[in-house]
C-alpha cells in the first residue's frame, strides 16, 4: 500500500516540477549549457564550424606554448569538462561556464572585429549565470525519473 501511495506521491511531484516555468527554464539552461560546451570544444580539434585560431587574440597566442592551434586544443578540453560539469553538478558547472565566458569576452575584446561575439558571449554569461542561480533553488528537487 505504501509502494502506490509513494509511487502517486512521486508521480504527482514530478508533474508539479515540470509544470514549474522555474524548473524548466532551469532544464532548458542545463541542457543548453551541457550541449554547446561540449560540441564546441569537441569542433576545437576539427575546426568544422570556424577557423577558431582566428578567435585567439595575439597576446595570448605570444605567451601559450604551442601554435594557436594546440591553445584551441586546450581550450576545447576545459570546454568538454565544463559541459559535463554543468550536466552533472550545475550548480558549480553553471559558475564553471560563466568564468570561462568572462576570460573568452576578455580575449575577444583585444581582437579588433569581434566585439560583436563578445557581446553575444556576455549574454551567454549572463544565462550560465542565471543556470548557476537556479539551480541553487531547485538543487536536489529534481523530479525523480
Do not use: C
Not at 73 to 83: K, L, N, Q, R, S
Amino acid at each position: 500500500m505504501s509502494s502506490a501511495t509513494t509511487t502517486t506521491t512521486s508521480a504527482t511531484s514530478r508533474r508539479a516540477a515540470l509544470a514549474d516555468p522555474g524548473y524548466q527554464a532551469f532544464v532548458i539552461l542545463r541542457t543548453g549549457f551541457t550541449v554547446a560546451p561540449i560540441l564546441f570544444g569537441l569542433d576545437k580539434f576539427t575546426n568544422l564550424l570556424v577557423d577558431w585560431p582566428t578567435y585567439l587574440a595575439p597576446w595570448i597566442d605570444d605567451i601559450a606554448p604551442g601554435s594557436a592551434q594546440a591553445a584551441m586544443y586546450a581550450v576545447g578540453v576545459i570546454e568538454i569538462v565544463a559541459g559535463i560539469a554543468v550536466a552533472v553538478a550545475p550548480r558549480f558547472g553553471g559558475w564553471l561556464v560563466a568564468g570561462w565566458l568572462a576570460g573568452i569576452i576578455v580575449n575577444l575584446l583585444t581582437i579588433p572585429g569581434h566585439y560583436d561575439v563578445a557581446l553575444r558571449d556576455f549574454g551567454l554569461l549572463l544565462g550560465a549565470v542565471a543556470l548557476a542561480r537556479l539551480a541553487q533553488r531547485y538543487h536536489g528537487k529534481q523530479p525523480s525519473h
